[in-house]
């Protein structure tokens, strides 16, 4: 513990943004830091709460509360309030391999179930993660960390996000030869192709790939398993496989029109921003542009909110965000959503803000349905058809959305992107090595165990669980090396 009052002596403190009109203008970090001992002051309100759930990590009725990974939360408070930060970056350590990732994309369901939540604003924990790190780079304190000795044993990591490196990193911690293969031209899955460079700057993530390099991990880029190497060719080459490829398939939108020129899946048009702007800053224009145009985002996640934050960069002329669910309110729900669930509230991401700001209102349209796109006479997108719908229980018990009569309207628009979510893994892999799936085509391997019934493969990540947060990847990750090293020496020395 900090300070025993320091939750009610000292007020949540975040840190500035740039303002909207001036980020939008790049593709950098927006968030400013807080100083030092503002940060000392902010560990101060962590308070001795006797159970804390910020660390818990756990399911409850549909929701989730406090850190996948368990990160040890009120402790290196604590130290940062002292002024410990060496002490502090070392139990950060302890269970997040990549705080540096989490402190910057997390949403931080540490803070929906801090106990001092329940009173008035909860600890600004996100904050002092990333500040932990960040300070710890700077300071040198992070460095290659090889493995004394190796154990002869070869392990095979299938992609390089969040989960497969989580993986890696600790099998090559525990001694093994760990090859990671990526069929994008960069390393980090997601972290490099799937968030936008002003949310994570990929200087960050290749800092990272360089300290696993040096430590032994071996990076092969450009190369699918499943149609570059057969899968099966692991399997005999290895001594055990992690798969971590990630859901990367997207969820299909048929409706009328969706074959127009101008509508796009929200990963082509992300991803290919982000490549262009990596290999050459944008100059040589392969990628899909907003510029000058009405854009429609059909999908209420933080897929979508990227997107709208792209077409804000690329010059749009207007951005449109639909989502089918209901405005939330503007306090939690105790019955619907109650402590310590991350809570469901009104709030503006840093997508809506930046747009709010440009074109004076929230670009969301909530508890509304596209029903067809229209096209001109050289089947270019010139407009989308909606109504609004509402959610009811039907006469089986199930929940469903129902259209409001009267309530259609008319969109115009030049571009649409559909980020309305994934429909789990690719299949090639699984069909390759007949591994079971389950009912959303997710590979099958049990939660904590993470064992497929393909003997040697392992599946971890959002290829294991469907998508899902970066924090959970990294929790999977964690734990499927922990099996793995028990599956090759008999017992492990991972926690």
């Known amino acids: ?233 692991l399997v005999d080459e290895y001594d055990a496989v992690v798969l971590c490829g990630g859901a990367t398939k997207p969820r299909e939108f048929n409706i009328e029109g969706s074959e127009l020129k101008g509508v796009h899946y929200a990963m082509d048009f992300l991803n290919g921003t982000i490549k262009s702007y990596l290999d050459n800053g944008l100059e040589d224009g392969e990628y899909l542009s907003a510029k000058g145009k009405d854009v429609i985002v059909i999908g209420g996640g933080d897929t979508g909110s990227d997107c709208v934050a792209t077409s804000l960069r690329h010059g749009c002329s207007s951005v449109t965000q639909f989502g089918t669910h209901a405005k939330a309110p503007l306090e939690r729900d105790p019955i619907a959503n109650p402590w310590p669930q991350f809570p469901n509230v009104y709030t503006l991401d840093y997508a809506q803000e930046e747009a709010k700001a440009i074109f004076g209102e929230d670009p969301r349209e909530f508890s509304i349905m596209t029903t067809k796109f229209v096209g001109d006479e050289e089947g270019n997108l010139k407009e989308l058809h909606t109504i609004q719908i509402e959610r009811i229980v039907d006469e089986t018990g199930r929940k469903i959305y129902q259209p409001v009569p009267g309530t259609e309207r008319v969109f115009p628009a030049q571009m649409a992107l559909i980020a309305i979510g994934f429909d789990g893994p690719e299949q090639e892999i699984a069909q390759q090595l007949s591994l079971e799936t389950d009912r959303r085509s997710n590979i099958k391997a049990r939660y904590g165990k993470y064992v497929t019934n393909t003997d040697k493969v392992f599946a971890a990540g959002d290829m294991r669980r469907g998508q899902s947060l970066v924090v959970w990847a990294i929790h999977e990750g964690r734990e499927a090396a922990r099996e793995v090293d028990k599956y090759l020496m008999g017992s492990t020395v991972l926690a």
């Open 1 to 233: 513990m900090s300070t025993p009052t320091g939750f009610m002596e000292y007020k949540r403190q975040l840190p500035a943004d740039r303002t909207p009109e001036e980020r939008i203008q790049d593709w950098e970090e927006f968030h400013k830091h807080l100083s030092e001992d503002e940060l000392r002051t902010q560990g101060a309100r962590c308070m001795d709460c006797g159970t804390p759930y910020c660390h818990t990590g756990m399911d409850m009725e549909g929701g989730t509360f406090g850190c996948p990974v368990h990160n040890l939360i009120p402790e290196w408070n604590n130290l940062v309030y002292r002024s410990q930060w060496r002490e502090a970056l070392d139990r950060l350590h302890k269970t997040n391999n990549f705080p540096e990732f989490t402190g910057r994309v997390c949403p931080a369901p540490c803070e929906g179930s801090c106990t001092v939540g329940l009173i008035g604003q909860p600890v600004t924990i996100k904050t002092i993660e990333q500040a932990i790190i960040d300070k710890g780079f700077e300071e040198g304190w992070v460095v290659p960390t090889p493995p004394e000795k190796r154990t002869g044993k070869k392990v095979a990591v299938v992609g390089s996000g969040p989960a497969g490196l989580a993986a890696a990193a600790q099998l090559n911690k525990a001694g093994h030869s760990v090859v990671v293969y990526e069929r994008a031209d960069r390393v980090g899955g997601l972290l490099v192709y799937g968030i936008p460079t002003m949310k994570l700057d990929k200087n960050v993530v290749q800092r990272r790939v360089d300290l696993l390099e040096a430590e032994g991990i071996q990076f092969v880029t450009n190369t699918e398993i499943g149609k570059d190497i057969p899968a099966q060719q």
